[in-house]
């Protein structure tokens, strides 16, 4: 089926410093796009979605931005804090729900 | 409750065992799925219900028998694994089908010996 790839497998930043985590996509008809963060022994944690119809959208530290023209996603964490220290997978899925694909995954290490 | 329970957290089993994990929820969520871990990867997407009925089977091998009793319970049947099939196993569950948010447990940690 389509994949969905992460460029960069770790990532280790300072805290108080801000992360962005990139993802590339093929399936251009996804309309959802979503991240996810897994702690370790835990199961995936819902972050942020974005819709296809959408350039940009922020939560409480976090800010999503997609480019359809090159397929691109990014998670931007504003002021990395130790507690971000985690996996993070972008996912997509479409409206009906009939596909979910996670991508490839990046390790955050947040160094205090 | 915004909780999806797993159990057993850890589960050793022979190639010639037949076990179960369990999944539940109680937030009335009408889709459940299970997901195959390996370590350092991605889930993969196993097995979807929607309203108690098998909707989407990713070409699972048939040692691997799911079951959903009702709208709060999935069942994932193992009989005659391979060590390959170890992996943390997932169970999440969402609204509908088509919400994209989906809530996860923390997942069955399975060694096939």
């Known amino acids: 089926g389509e994949s969905v790839g992460l460029h960069l497998p770790t990532l280790s930043v300072q805290e108080g410093d801000n992360s962005i985590i990139n993802c590339a996509y093929s399936n251009s008809a996804s309309d959802y796009f979503i991240w996810y963060k897994q702690e370790s022994g835990k199961g995936p944690q819902f972050i942020i979605d974005?819709?296809?119809?959408?350039d940009k959208r922020q939560g409480q530290r976090v800010t999503v931005l997609l480019n359809k023209t090159v397929k691109h996603l990014s998670l931007q964490i504003a002021a990395t804090q130790p507690g971000d220290s985690a996996v993070y997978f972008c996912a997509e899925t479409t409206n009906t729900g009939n596909q979910f694909y996670f991508g490839t995954g990046t390790s955050l290490t947040v160094i205090p | 409750d915004t909780e999806v329970t797993q159990t057993p957290k850890h589960l050793v089993m022979g190639m010639t065992n037949k076990k179960s994990l369990k999944c539940e929820q109680h937030?009335?969520?009408?889709?459940m799925y299970w997901y195959k871990q390996k370590a350092k990867k991605p889930p993969e997407l196993m097995f979807v219900y929607s309203y108690e009925k098998l909707s989407i089977n990713e070409s699972v091998p048939s040692r691997f028998s799911p079951e959903c009793p009702n709208s709060s319970l999935l069942n994932l049947h193992l009989h005659a694994l391979q060590p390959e099939d170890s992996a943390l196993y997932l169970c999440a569950s969402s609204p509908v089908q088509s919400s994209y948010e989906q809530y996860f447990g923390p997942g069955t940690r399975l060694t096939v010996t």
């Open positions: 937030m009335g969520h009408r889709a």
């Open positions: 974005i819709r296809s119809n959408m």
